[in-house]
T-cell receptor
Framework: KQEVTQIPAALSVPEGENLVLNCSFT??????LQWFRQDPGKGLTSLLL?????REQTSGRLNASLDKSSGRSTLYIAASQPGDSATYLC????????????FGKGTHLIIQP | NAGVTQTPKFRILKIGQSMTLQCTQD?????MYWYRQDPGMGLKLIYY???????DKGEVPNGYNVSRSTTEDFPLRLELAAPSQTSVYFC??????????FGQGTRLTVV
C-alpha cells in the first residue's frame, strides 16, 4: 500500500527566504505526483504536476523535483511572501493513474511579514 | 469557468439520517473522485469513477454509495449517518494523467 509522508509538518519562516518542502513515498511505481495548496476552509489547488518520466516542473517561484527511484519529491519556493502561507499537500497517483491520489498529511507553512 | 461545484457547503445531520452530497463539473472530465479530509489527516479516497456508468471503491467506502449517470455529475450518498462520518468532503475531477481539480468542499457534522 502506497504511503506518502511530508516533512516538516509545520514551518514558519520570515518573508523573503527560500524554502524547501519534502515529500516521500513508499512505492516508486507511480504514475505522477502533484503538489497542491490548500487555504483554510477552501478546496485544493493543483500547483505542479510531475509525470513519472519527468525530473522537475517549474511555475513562477515554485519548482518541484521528482526522484522516483528514491521515492522523494521536493517543492522549492523562492523568495517567499506572506501570501504563500497555506498548507501544501503532496499526492501521488499509483498504478494506471485512474484510481485516485494518495495524499500526505501536508506541511502547514507560515510566512512572517 | 465554474470548474467543480459542490453543494451544500455546510450540513448538520442527525445520527441515522441520510443525505446526498452533490458534485458537478463542467470540464468534460471522465475521471471523478470523492475524498474525505479529517483534521490532521491527509485526504482519503472514498469512491472514484472513470466514466459514466462506471464506479469503484476507494480506501474508505463503507457507509457511502455513489452513482455516475452522466459525465458531469457524481453524487455521494450517505444512507445512515454516523458520527464517524463527520468530515470535510471533497469532489475532484481530471482527465487521465492530468491535474486534479477540486471543489470547495462540503463540511458535514453528524450529531
Amino acid at each position: 500500500k502506497q504511503e506518502v509522508t511530508q516533512i516538516p509538518a509545520a514551518l514558519s519562516v520570515p518573508e523573503g527566504e527560500n524554502l524547501v518542502l519534502n515529500c516521500s513515498f513508499t512505492d516508486s511505481a507511480i504514475y505522477n505526483l502533484q503538489w497542491f495548496r490548500q487555504d483554510p476552509g477552501k478546496g485544493l489547488t493543483s500547483l505542479l504536476l510531475i509525470q513519472s518520466s519527468q525530473r522537475e516542473q517549474t511555475s513562477g517561484r515554485l519548482n518541484a523535483s521528482l526522484d522516483k527511484s528514491s521515492g522523494r519529491s521536493t517543492l522549492y519556493i523562492a523568495a517567499s511572501q506572506p501570501g504563500d502561507s497555506a498548507t501544501y499537500l503532496c499526492a501521488v497517483h499509483s498504478g494506471g493513474g485512474a484510481d485516485g491520489l494518495t495524499f500526505g498529511k501536508g506541511t502547514h507553512l507560515i510566512i512572517q511579514p | 469557468n465554474a470548474g467543480v461545484t459542490q453543494t451544500p457547503k455546510f450540513r448538520i445531520l442527525k445520527i441515522g439520517q441520510s443525505m446526498t452530497l452533490q458534485c458537478t463539473q463542467d470540464m468534460n472530465h471522465n475521471y471523478m473522485y470523492w475524498y474525505r479530509q479529517d483534521p490532521g489527516m491527509g485526504l482519503k479516497l472514498i469512491y472514484y469513477s472513470v466514466g459514466a456508468g462506471i464506479t469503484d471503491k476507494g480506501e474508505v467506502p463503507n457507509g457511502y454509495n455513489v452513482s455516475r449517470s452522466t459525465t458531469e455529475d457524481f453524487p455521494l450518498r450517505l444512507e445512515l449517518a454516523a458520527p464517524s462520518q463527520t468530515s470535510v468532503y471533497f469532489c475532484a475531477s481530471s482527465v487521465p494523467g492530468g491535474k486534479a481539480f477540486f471543489g470547495q468542499g462540503t463540511r458535514l457534522t453528524v450529531v
